[in-house]
T-cell receptor
Framework: GIQVEQSPPDLILQEGANSTLRCNFS?????LQWFHQNPWGQLINLFY???GTKQNGRLSATTVATERYSLLYISSSQTTDSGVYFC??????????????FGRGTQLTVWP | DAGVIQSPRHEVTEMGQEVTLRCKPI?????LFWYRQTMMRGLELLIY????????DSGMPEDRFSAKMPNASFSTLKIQPSEPRDSAVYFC????????????FGSGTRLTVV
């Protein structure tokens, strides 16, 4: 399988601070997603970003597929950003979607 | 769109009982996935289907686990007999073949086997 490493494993921030989460993967991939697992356990799709840069409000993500890493930026963090952020990658199998390989996540805690 | 719908949200059962988890994928999605999340192992794929056909079930722990997808709008994951080590959160996810949207996960079923 593909190894996915996320850093840092834990991050504690004051509300309003900015942060960068990193995801490294061990092999070429065709697809990459960032998810947020909120304190209620729901997995929310943040970005589908196999390459390039995307922005959604205070969040943005960049994937450099040739160098096998992706970054998730959170600006002006809020307490509602707390939770676990997962990176997941997939190796394409032609016309079908394959399995997602998940990292262990970054546990983010934002204090008021 | 109601998203991926899983039921029940919580299930507590006694060891040895049969457990059935249910999933309704997003309409039009043609791939469906069952994942399990535990503290020890994180998120791991159990099985996935394309066009209702099981493609990869290598993640299914053992014969006590079985999954079916009788039609495009419904899938079940069954554990018989259940054991305490099966306690976990079970997620269902679905996707289009079109890669622009990735995977959408359901809210999960928290299973506790006592």
């Amino acid at each position: 399988g593909i190894q996915v490493e996320q850093s840092p494993p834990d991050l504690i921030l004051q509300e309003g601070a900015n942060s960068t989460l990193r995801c490294n993967f061990s092999d070429s991939v065709n697809n990459l997603q960032w998810f947020h697992q909120n304190p209620w356990g729901q997995l929310i799709n943040l970005f589908y970003i196999p390459s390039g840069t995307k922005q959604n409000g205070r969040l943005s993500a960049t994937t450099v597929a040739t160098e096998r890493y992706s970054l998730l930026y959170i600006s002006s963090s809020q307490t509602t950003d707390s939770g676990v952020y997962f990176c997941a990658v997939e190796r394409d199998r032609g016309s079908t979607l394959g399995r997602l390989y998940f990292g262990r996540g970054t546990q983010l805690t934002v204090w008021p | 769109d109601a998203g991926v719908i899983q039921s029940p949200r919580h299930e507590v059962t006694e060891m040895g009982q049969e457990v059935t988890l249910r999933c309704k994928p997003i309409s039009g999605h043609n791939s469906l996935f069952w994942y399990r999340q535990t503290m020890m192992r994180g998120l791991e794929l159990l099985i996935y289907f394309n066009n209702n056909v099981p493609i990869d079930d290598s993640g299914m722990p053992e014969d006590r686990f079985s999954a079916k997808m009788p039609n495009a709008s419904f899938s079940t994951l069954k554990i018989q007999p259940s054991e305490p080590r099966d306690s976990a959160v079970y997620f269902c996810a679905s996707s289009f073949r079109d890669k622009r949207y990735g995977y959408t996960f359901g809210s999960g079923t928290r299973l506790t086997v006592v």
